[in-house]
């Protein structure tokens, strides 16, 4: 079974919710629907530039399909738009903006430079390649995609864009609390973000604590696990969206958000897109909480990426 199916049987778990005690009369609320959807509320990151709590991310959507997708987005709603180098698709993303004709005021874009691109001039090349790709003159969120290569120099040239106003916030991305700590005590300006990969089977609440108390965002990548190990047909989540009628990526991004962090899926289905966003007229209790809480694997997902 896939979300969608999920969703087309959502009246049978439901009845399953309701038998175990779980239910109660605001499974209702699924007749408001995705075309509902509330605002995406923003987040304000420590150097005071506000950051959308849900965004979209755009791995793997290239050509003329990213080109769509991210225009779709946009015309739904979201705001955050997360892109990166080695992605291999500022182009489509900058055509998918475009194409969508808001302001860019009204968006927030994020994109990183990778490894290959660190040190101080390397950075600065990087940068002016990304903001001609995206065909814009400025970013919102610019981050060093992992801890590898010349750190320092990256992050100087970073601060050096930051003060001369081409980027509204700086980050890291796949940084540990150590790794931090070190920016924190070499350089003036202190991380905004941390992107790193978090979600039900790898919650990392170690580093949500580190993060949270130097008030430096979380943000998680494949914050749906991608689909791996079961997540959109889990029955601990399908239990729970039952409950409210919301599918299982529904409440693993409302997880999300009751934890205070950035959430970036990525989808090609405008269906999806929009699902993703109606998460807002529902709340979890604080047991369903708990209960998401005991699918922590505490393992990556993704091995290969390591």
């Known amino acids: 079974m896939n979300r ?10 439901a009845g399953s919710a309701l038998f175990m005690g779980l239910g109660s009369s605001s499974l209702l609320g699924s007749s408001r629907g995705i075309r ?9 990151l420590n150097n005071g530039v506000q950051m959308p709590i849900l965004g979209f991310g755009t791995l793997y959507l290239t050509d003329d399909l990213g080109v769509r997708s991210v225009a779709e987005a946009i015309s739904l709603g979201y705001r955050l738009i997360d892109t990166a180098t080695i992605y291999g698709n500022e182009e489509a993303v900058g055509g998918g903006i475009k194409q969508s004709g808001i302001d860019r005021s ?9 490894v290959e691109d ?3 001039e390397n950075t600065k090349r990087a ?12 970013l919102d969120l ?26 509204k916030a700086i980050g890291v991305s796949n940084f540990t609390a150590a790794q931090i700590n070190d920016l924190i005590k070499n350089f003036s300006v202190k991380p905004t973000v941390n992107q790193i990969e978090t979600h039900a089977f790898f919650q990392q609440p170690g580093e949500l604590e580190f993060l949270n108390r130097h008030n430096i965002q979380h943000e998680a990548w494949s914050p749906l696990a991608q689909g791996r190990n079961g997540y959109f047909t889990n029955e601990t989540l399908a239990v729970i969206g039952g409950k409210y009628g919301k599918s299982n990526a529904q409440v693993a991004l409302r997880w999300h958000y009751q934890r205070g962090i950035v959430a970036i899926p990525r989808t090609q289905q405008a269906a ?6 109606n998460i807002f007229d529902f709340e979890l209790s604080e047991e369903e909480m708990n209960r998401i809480a005991t699918l922590d694997l505490n393992k990556t997902q993704f091995p290969e990426w390591e």
């Open 106 to 114: 009204e968006l927030f874009v994020t994109s990183k430079v990778w």
């Open 272 to 277: 999806h897109m929009k699902e993703n966003l």
């Open 142 to 167: 610019y981050l060093i995609h992992r801890p590898r290569g010349d750190v320092n120099g990256s992050w100087r040239a970073m601060e050096e864009l930051y003060k001369d106003g081409k980027i």
């Open 118 to 120: 660190t040190g101080y």
């Open 127 to 138: 940068f002016q390649t990304s903001l001609d790709k995206l065909q814009t003159d400025y």
């Open 4 to 13: 969608r199916s999920f969703l087309q049987t959502g009246a049978k778990l």
């Open 36 to 44: 509902n959807a509330s605002p995406v509320e923003k987040i304000t």
